[in-house]
């Protein structure tokens, strides 16, 4: 049986900022099913949420500092999860990457450094846990340090490093590697440096046997200079190494025939009951409630790289159309601002709840009829696959995931019915209107706009296929690491 060490930052449910913890906290599971000894490695988050036990296991000494592992379950599974638990660095309130405030933990070098050092201490079975895994699979910038601490053992477990957004990429100033102590043979151009400065993002993607993302067309996209963040050279250069999975779903939590956070459960056999779910959202956020008015929706970290600017650039227009808008989310303080003042301006047709909330995100996909995705990019993007489990439209830009998991509605895809929403090209709120006002067409024809739905909804989305290339990649690197 492979075992395989799983380092994240986060993971669904004990942390959540976004699409990493659902990815860390489905993935997992659906390798295990497929026969795989899977162990996740996290930070123990002050913030972190779960009513399983946790245990000691034992205390590391990582250059000069004592250290301790703790063991708990992914809750509902019997992944085991061990926890980095160093109060100093981790135990405060605020979110894995940032405190109360929103400001970035001004120790982030250090905290993620610690991270991947105990996870490489872990993977050489010199953590005292009696368990030495095949692959380690690390994920993004905070475990991109892993590949490198491995690189300079005799020998390693094989290495796979998944970029789920370029956009982050763990630099510091080259005096970080100083204070972080790392061995000076891996500040080199084809190591960790970055132009003179420390990329953990970068060494994850030098140092690691097998690099993945998130979607195939987002593996093209970052080998090119407008998705690739100055590391486009490298993964063009390490192209044979770089393959592009797509993300599946947590399909038990995003069910729309079980989701208890739904006014009403339905399925693509009783449609019908889905309007009650409309409904309950449109009096929950305040608005009219209205069964006829076509109701638009966002849930989304509000940041450029969603494509809020252009909507809000848009957002007048937009307000003056025949629907209503519901909006949730937090981010920028500007976007959050200007966002608030267009509600509260427009309070018949457009709410705003600012902050995290599965369950309004929940009746949200349950609720909308349309679901907007304006991402300038999107690696894989996870809401857009809510939206057609639930039934509901989702407008995207043809970017990354979003271009591989939605069928724009055209004569043919409507004739062989794999039609499942409405895809526009270019980053202007000129395209993204255009695009709008074809979902209004779209929707004033009930018989095509249920068989989007309905096509939608029966897709299959599961984790099942995506593990088995994890898995069949796995073996590939397993074998080449003999
Ligand atoms: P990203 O990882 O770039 O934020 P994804 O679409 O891949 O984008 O994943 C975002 C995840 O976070 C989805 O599960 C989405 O529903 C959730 N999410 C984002 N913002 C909120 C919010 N304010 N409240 C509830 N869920 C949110």
């Not at 060490?5 to 497929?34: C, Q």
């Not at 779960?50 to 500092?65: H, P």
């Not at 905070?142 to 490198?148: D, E, F, I, M």
Request: a negative charge; aromatic letters at 10%; one cysteine or more.
């Amino acid at each position: 049986m492979k075992k395989i060490l799983f380092v994240t930052s986060e993971a669904h449910p004990l942390i959540k900022t976004g699409g990493l913890a659902d990815v860390s906290g489905s993935l997992p599971k659906a390798l295990a099913e497929l026969g795989t000894d899977i162990r996740i490695i996290i930070p123990n988050y002050r913030a972190i949420k779960t009513s399983e036990d946790i245990y000691y296991k034992s205390t590391l000494r990582i250059n000069g500092t004592d250290v301790n592992i703790l063991e708990t379950r992914l809750p509902d599974s019997d992944i085991i999860v061990w926890l980095v638990d160093y109060p100093k660095f981790f135990g405060f309130p605020g979110n894995p990457y940032v405190n109360e405030q929103g400001q970035e933990w001004g120790n982030n070098a250090e905290r993620f450094t610690l991270f991947c050092r105990v996870a490489t201490e872990i993977a050489m079975n010199r953590a005292y846990l009696n368990w030495q895994p095949d692959i380690v699979h690390g994920n993004d910038w905070q475990s991109g340090l892993v590949p490198a601490l491995l690189s300079l053992e005799a020998w390693h477990p094989a290495t796979v490093f998944t970029i789920h957004n370029m956009a982050y990429q763990g630099i510091f100033p080259k005096s970080t590697n100083t204070v972080l102590d790392l061995p000076e043979s891996l500040w080199t151009v084809d190591g960790i440096e970055y132009h003179g400065q420390l990329s953990f993002l970068k060494s994850g993607i030098a140092y690691a046997d097998h690099i993945t993302t998130v979607s195939p067309t987002y593996a093209q996209e970052i080998q090119t200079a407008a998705f690739g963040y100055g590391l486009e050279g490298l993964l063009s250069y390490r192209n044979a190494d770089l393959t592009g999975i797509i993300n599946g779903i947590d399909t038990e939590q995003w069910n729309p025939e079980t989701d208890t956070y739904l006014d009403t459960p339905f399925s693509s056999a009783t449609l019908s009951k889905r309007l009650a779910n409309k409904l309950a959202l449109q009096a929950h956020m305040a608005l009219p409630v209205d069964k006829k008015i076509p109701v638009f929706g966002l849930i989304s970290r509000l940041v450029e790289q969603k494509g809020i600017d252009m909507l809000l650039n848009c957002l007048s227009e937009m307000l003056a159309l025949p629907l209503q808008f519901v909006l949730l989310g937090s981010g920028d303080k500007d976007f959050e601002e200007q966002l608030l003042a267009f509600a509260a301006a427009h309070p018949e047709k457009m709410a705003v709840k600012l902050g995290y909330s599965e369950g309004l995100a929940h009746l949200i996909e349950a609720g909308v009829d349309v679901f907007l995705m304006p991402s300038r990019f999107e690696p894989c993007g996870l809401n857009q696959i809510y939206s057609q489990r639930y039934g509901a439209i989702p407008v995207v830009r043809k970017t990354g995931g979003l271009a591989d998991t939605v069928t724009d509605t055209t004569l043919n895809s409507l004739q062989d019915h794999t039609a499942t929403g409405i895809v526009f090209n270019d980053t202007n709120s000129g395209t993204l209107m255009e695009a709008i006002k074809r979902a209004l067409v779209l929707y004033s024809q009930p018989k095509l706009w249920k068989q989007l739905q309905i096509t939608g909804m029966d897709k299959s989305y599961s984790w099942q296929l995506s593990a088995q290339h994890y898995m069949d990649l796995y073996n590939r690197v397993v074998d080449a690491n003999q």
